[in-house]
């Protein structure tokens, strides 16, 4: 039986990834970040702590946007320790809010990371299933992760910005939590994609609203 996945789309522009919201596409999945026929994304994985979060609830009621309800694996007679919600929205570009609730009655130190990375294959390798290496390059500073791929003329990059300063690496977003009791944190994640080449016109592509108000479109 194969893999469930779910998908969230804006035209030619959408995500596809698995039902907690990951993507895993070095895993030989067709997951990803997709536009201008280019897979910009292959891999965004959130991790909370060590243990797995497992899938709540899940809610898309728009084919542009979807929620995940989160949380760690315990045993039947126990309560989870904090809770993961992911609001993803795809509108030109796309945009993700994660935020982790303490239900602890103690402070906890929690540790988040989002993993990501890009292969920018185009969509016949992606359907066909190899993919060619590129070389890669990035930068970043403590709010935004740029990755890049040049050969010649043709070029190809996603810009993934914070709205919460991190500890950031080639890898990805890395926090460091000290949630009090009851206590929620957020932060929204938008990745822009970039595309030019001879030949072809692409779309400037803006954040046109905040993702309170896109989602209520």
């Known amino acids: 039986m194969s ?18 919201g990951d993507m895993r596409a070095e895993e030989g999945r067709e997951h990803g970040f997709f536009s201008e026929d280019t897979r910009f994304v292959s891999r965004w994985v959130l991790r909370v702590d060590a243990a797995p979060l497992q899938l709540l609830g899940l809610d898309q009621d728009a084919h542009y946007a979807a929620r995940f309800f989160l949380a760690p694996g315990v045993s039947p007679d126990d309560a989870a320790p904090y809770s993961v919600m992911r609001r993803r929205l795809v509108d030109h570009v796309w945009m993700e809010e994660v935020t982790v609730t303490n239900h602890r009655h103690t402070i906890s130190d929690l540790a988040v990371t989002l993993e990501l990375d890009a292969d920018f294959a185009d969509l016949f390798e992606v359907k066909e299933g190899v993919v060619a290496a590129r070389e890669v390059v990035f930068h970043h500073d403590d709010r935004t992760l740029v990755l890049a791929y040049e050969n010649g003329s043709f070029q190809r990059s996603i810009v993934v910005t914070a709205s919460r300063a991190a500890t950031i690496t080639r890898e990805g977003f890395g926090y460091a939590l000290r949630l009090a009791p009851g206590e929620r944190w957020c932060t929204t994640f938008t990745a822009t994609p970039h595309a030019a080449q001879p030949g072809a016109t692409f779309p400037r592509r803006d954040v046109r609203a905040g993702l309170d108000e896109l989602s209520r479109r």
């Open 3 to 20: 893999e469930r996945t779910l998908s969230v789309l804006d035209g030619s522009t959408f995500l596809v990834g698995d039902r907690r």
